[in-house]
């Protein structure tokens, strides 16, 4: 199995360009998110979906949007990017079922993308 | 809200030497608690978790019970590798929404 993949792995964009980033899980997973990691800040969670159809803002959605196209893909867009989104993107995803009491899920993710912008 | 809060680092041990990086939680109800480990250049990766009071998490040496009259789940390992050099994450899930600690970089040297 594949698992998590995201495209793609390297990206340099310049102030105001837009790009989107594409994330696809083969799990059969209900739920995907969207992650940023920055140095000394951990992981911090732009957007997530609890299911098909569905998503939520998490702790630092300003200056993305997101779309759950189907079941296995789940993109990330920057539609005017700026120096500050230079991160390394993870999407991420688990299999449960949208607000649950206790849930048990391990999350699993892509390789990440590194992503420059100018 | 809930939260996860682990030592800063980075912690830096001789191989063979004993592992521990500390992470406390705050949350209502009945999280899951998990240890991830970030390899350079790659992805997050599951190393151990627990589901409820009490439970040990191990993996690969690595080992963490959840303590919920302390609200902890500190990682162990009773000797270390240089291939155990990595940034370690504490995290927990409540409702099916993840929270992640800053992460704790260990070097292990020779």
């Known amino acids: 199995n594949a698992g998590v993949t995201q495209t793609p792995k390297f990206q340099v964009l310049k102030t105001g360009q837009s790009m989107t980033l594409q994330c696809a899980q083969d799990?059969?997973?209900?739920?995907m998110y969207w992650y940023r990691q920055d140095p000394g800040m951990g992981l911090r969670l732009i957007y997530y979906?609890?299911?098909?159809?569905?998503?939520d803002k998490g702790e630092v959605p300003n200056g993305y949007n997101v779309s759950r196209l189907n079941k296995r893909e789940f993109s990330l867009r920057l539609e005017s990017a700026a120096p500050s989104q230079t991160s390394v993107y993870f999407c991420?995803?688990?299999?449960?079922?949208?607000?649950?009491?206790?849930?048990?899920?391990?999350?699993?993710f892509g390789p990440g993308t590194r992503l420059t912008v100018l | 809200g809930d939260s996860v809060t682990q030592m800063e680092g980075p912690v830096t041990l001789s191989e063979e030497a004993f592992l521990t990086i500390n992470c406390t939680y705050t949350a209502t109800g009945y999280p899951s608690l998990f240890w991830y480990v970030q390899y350079p250049g790659e992805g997050l990766q599951l190393l151990l978790k627990a589901t409820k009071a009490d439970d040990k998490g191990s993996n690969k040496g690595f080992e963490a019970t959840y303590r919920k009259e302390t609200t902890s789940f500190h990682l162990e390992k009773g000797s270390v590798q240089v291939s155990d050099s990595a940034v370690y994450f504490c995290?927990?899930?409540?409702?099916?929404?993840?929270?992640f600690g800053s992460g704790t970089k260990l070097n292990v040297k020779p």
């Open positions: 995290a927990l899930t409540n409702f099916n929404k993840f929270y």
């Open positions: 991420a995803s688990s299999g449960g079922l949208g607000l649950a009491r206790g849930g048990t899920d391990t999350q699993y």
């Open positions: 979906s609890a299911s098909e159809g569905t998503t």
């Open positions: 799990m059969n997973h209900n739920s």
